[in-house]
């Protein structure tokens, strides 16, 4: 059995009424700033998993992808709507947002922010296509055909991002556009992606649509071997238990835990990206973790995971989950970009821009030869400065958090959690 991991983000943009063009040709800075990026990546990856952990079912989505789509709209951002995708999205672009994440020195030009998230967008693809696993981030404008945006939008879009405009026609012809770019979802994300824009999502009003998307499969770096895996109870939140096949082996993986928590983390192969587990003590425990997730916790964590022997046991599971994200972002504080206050004049010189639709789907497939997964973590307790002797056992058979990152930027790129693996 194969493991597939992706997901697709859409951003649909639409004309408003509004005139007005004021032109914007900032100086391009060259530095390398992908650390910051990456920080603020992950506080917006926790905070929106927080507003979207309501509910009992299992979640999983790629903060990277909807980052990613948001961060080329934001390139045509501009005065308060500018501000407020960044302080929504942690973009280290203001004063407020660098003292939020704890960042020393200035922040970011726009320029400079799409020059290093351009830079982990790259260096992940590079290493993604080295044979070691699959990782591609692929990102797609399309414009409506005629439409005249600014040439230092598209430009800047295109070289950072690798995003070059396609023109199509929602005006005459919308059902074929959408069509065309369901297409190229479908075809970036090994056709796991299907029909990411629903009939009605477009239509005539609709100018420009950005879409990312974010294809992951890799093994593990020390595979489950399938003739130990074996059906075994998951307790769910309520008590009742499910039986679900349980994969299991003994190998050295970073590991660490406190009085309520059990942290694993299992590398793919090539020891570039990993799985990290996030396993409360308590069967319903999971309510508490996620109360204490934050992405200071999820770093300190991490960092105090030495590699150890463990006896590993956890659920295969597979799941797919679709979201409209317009509320949710709006409610997080990003208002202005979803309504007729929305300023994109970075996009076409005008003030009749806005954002009318936010999608974001994605789908997991964790088995005995790999995962792609997300997760995150909480627990305000510090980790314990020595580890017990024993072999320490991390049986996930109860609702946990799991989480899939690049190790070299420290970007998380998909978040998640298991409540019912059969589910």
Known sequence: MSMHGITAALLVLASAMGSGRNSDAAKMDRSDETTPVAQGNNAFAVGLYQQLQGGEGNLFFSP??????????????????????????????????????????????????????GRIIKDLNARGGKGKYELRVANALWGQQGYEFLRAFTQLVEKQYGSKLQEVDFVAAVEKARRTINSWVEKKTNDKIKDLIGPGVLNAATR????????????????????????????????RKVQTPMMNQK?????????????????????????????????????????????????????????????????????????????????????????????????????????????????????????????ATGVAISLTAALPDRTPVFRADHPFLFLIRDKASGSILFLGRVMNPQS
Not at 214 to 239: H, V
Not at 251 to 280: C, H, I, K, N
Not at 352 to 372: C, K, M, P, R
Request: glycine residues 8%.
């Open 64 to 117: 990277y992808s909807i980052s990613t789509a948001l961060a080329m709209t934001y390139a045509g951002a501009r005065g308060r709507t500018q501000d407020q995708m960044a302080q929504t999205l942690c973009y280290p672009t203001t004063a407020e947002v660098v003292q939020k994440l704890g960042l020393a020195g200035e922040p970011l030009t726009q320029e400079q922010f799409a020059e290093a998230f």
């Open 251 to 375: 190998a050295r993986f970073g590991y660490a835990e406190t009085d309520s928590l059990q942290v694993l983390e299992m590398p793919y192969a090539g020891e570039e990206l990993s799985m990290v587990v996030l396993l409360p003590r308590k069967t319903d425990g999971i309510g508490e973790l996620e109360k204490d997730l934050t992405a200071e916790n999820l770093a300190q964590w991490l960092d105090k995971a030495p590699n150890r022997e463990v006896i590993v046991t956890m659920p295969k599971f597979k799941m797919t989950n679709k979201f409209s994200m317009s509320a949710v972002l709006a409610s997080m504080g990003m208002k202005d970009a979803f309504t007729a206050a929305a300023d994109f004049s970075g996009m076409n010189g005008g003030r009749d821009l806005f954002i009318s639709a936010v999608i974001h789907q994605a789908y997991v497939d964790v088995n005995e030869e790999g995962t792609e997964a997300a997760a």
């Open 208 to 239: 420009l649509v950005l879409t990312n998307a974010i294809y992951f499969k890799g093994n593990w770096a020390s595979q489950f071997k399938k003739d130990r895996t074996t059906d075994g109870p998951f307790t769910l939140l309520n008590g």
